[in-house]
């Protein structure tokens, strides 16, 4: 425990040490099982519960509609923006509405064009990705097979703080870098979706959550890895899902609701860490600027720069030296990142903005 830094990686990102010391303890044998999870059969009782709690937690947390199917899929949330657009775009003869606020809604959008028309509904580009739309800002089209939008780019730091609105048309979101951040109402969601690596667990699982209506939607034609209505009716299970992330995601949800107490508290400490930080830079004079616009900061990628490179370089180095590690901002955007996931603790960021507090004054 003591050699642990604490850690703003983008993700793979830092994970709950409870979690790690359940799963440390149990990784030689599941208590009454007698083998680890590793090795043990998709189909057996035991990962049967493991799969099974990892989904009701989640829809617990969630607040998950009966209707709507939880999925635990392979291929990250990039293999999701092509699966959406095979299932609900090609062949549809509609266009698909894409929300762009920064570089993931960007490959979103990528792949899309492959299989039909793309409407860019609101494109962040002219203030380099630092805020995200406002509602009357969106130009919808009427017959749209659904809006596409990333709830938080996890690159630039930019967060929508409630759902864009858009009728009846389904609703799409890549939710990889603040899904459990926050209370949510899944029936405002055709599909949510996310890569398990910035806040539910290891990466390797894409979490899908998906209504009926769309599930009803999948073309009759297509693969059967790309057919979520195959994958829902096999719970998953229609080939080998990665057993060992799921039995990690059970144990996150698990150390939300038991410890944490729920997405509603769970929200709280974010703000509470995230304002730690925007504070410090807005009352730095300037010395650090941040990137995103104050009404669409993230709070869990917080985004700044300082004056030149070399100050930045210096920083990042002076910040290891005291174990506030991967800080370094994406190459695409530079400057600094903090990472501030659920499992980041208050203590960690408290360190942050003390060591950005001193590294001002003495610079
Ligand atoms: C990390 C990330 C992705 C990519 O996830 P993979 O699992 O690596 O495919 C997509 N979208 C967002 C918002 C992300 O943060």
């Not at 993700?11 to 149990?26: D, I, S, T």
Request: charged share 25%.
């Amino acid at each position: 425990m003591t050699d642990r830094v604490y850690n703003f990686s983008a993700g793979p990102a830092v994970l709950p040490v409870p979690v790690l010391e359940e799963a440390q303890k149990n990784l030689l044998s599941l208590p009454g099982v007698g083998m680890s999870v590793l090795e043990s059969s998709h189909r057996s009782p035991h990962f049967t519960e493991i799969i099974e709690t990892a989904e009701s937690n989640l829809r617990k947390l969630l607040k998950v509609p009966e209707g709507h199917r939880v999925l635990f899929l392979q291929g990250g949330a990039s293999f999701q923006f092509s699966m959406i657009a095979i299932n609900y775009l090609r062949g549809t003869g509609k266009p698909a509405d894409y929300i762009l606020t920064g570089s993931w809604g960007k490959k979103a959008i990528k792949e899309a064009k492959r299989e039909g028309e793309v409407n860019t509904i609101w494109d962040g580009a002219d203030g380099n990705y630092n805020r995200v739309p406002k509602q009357e800002e969106l130009n919808l089209s009427p017959d749209a097979a659904y809006v596409h939008y990333t709830s938080n780019e996890t690159i630039q730091g930019v967060e929508f703080s409630t759902e864009p609105e858009v009728g009846e048309v389904p609703l799409v979101c890549d939710a990889s870098s603040d899904i459990l951040s926050r209370p949510l109402d899944l029936s405002t969601y055709d599909l949510l979706y996310g890569g398990a690596q910035k806040n539910m667990g290891p990466s390797g699982v894409a979490l899908v959550i998906i209504s009926e209506r769309l599930l009803d939607r999948v073309p009759t034609e297509i693969h059967s890895m790309l057919d979520y209505r195959l994958l829902a009716e096999n719970h998953s299970l229609y080939n080998t899902p990665p057993t060992f992330g799921i039995y990690l995601m059970m144990l996150v949800g698990k150390w939300l609701l038991e410890e944490i107490g729920g997405l509603e508290e769970m929200y709280r400490i974010n703000q509470q860490k995230a304002g730690l930080l925007y504070d410090l830079i807005d009352g730095s004079g300037g010395f650090y600027r941040g990137h995103a616009e104050p009404e669409s900061r993230s709070n869990m990628n917080v985004t700044w720069t300082l004056q030149s490179e070399d100050l930045e370089k210096e920083f990042l180095a002076e910040a290891k030296n005291l174990g506030l590690c991967e800080l370094k901002g994406h190459r695409s955007v530079g400057g600094i990142r903090a990472s501030i996931y659920n499992a980041m603790p208050l203590e960690g960021v408290t360190a942050l903005r003390d060591f950005m507090e001193t590294f001002k004054k003495s610079h």
